[in-house]
């Protein structure tokens, strides 16, 4: 299982995506889990991961956990909402 972290302001998805595409061609990783802890996100930077999660699940079919560690609002709830499951 391979475990993102999704902490603090995010203000570019650059390095989250990058990661995400990496675990997701990793044939390895059975699952990926998204360690979120974000009080507040850029509109456009979580609505960028959130589209990109929901393509790479398509294509490479992984399950996503969201796992909401304190705080989750705003484009971190978005994020969150990509996943299968989101556990609070």
């Not at 990783?29 to 790479?56: M, N, S, W, Y």
């Amino acid at each position: 299982v391979g475990v993102i972290p999704v902490r603090g302001t995010l203000c570019d998805s650059t390095a989250l995506i990058t990661q995400l595409q990496s675990f997701f061609r990793d044939s390895d990783l059975k699952a990926i889990v998204l360690a979120i802890d974000c009080p507040q996100a850029a509109h456009g930077t979580a609505e960028t991961v959130f589209h990109e999660i929901r393509q790479l699940k398509q294509e490479y079919s992984k399950p996503v956990v969201s796992l909401v560690e304190n705080v989750c609002t705003d484009g971190g709830y978005l994020i969150a909402c990509a996943g299968d499951t989101i556990i609070a």
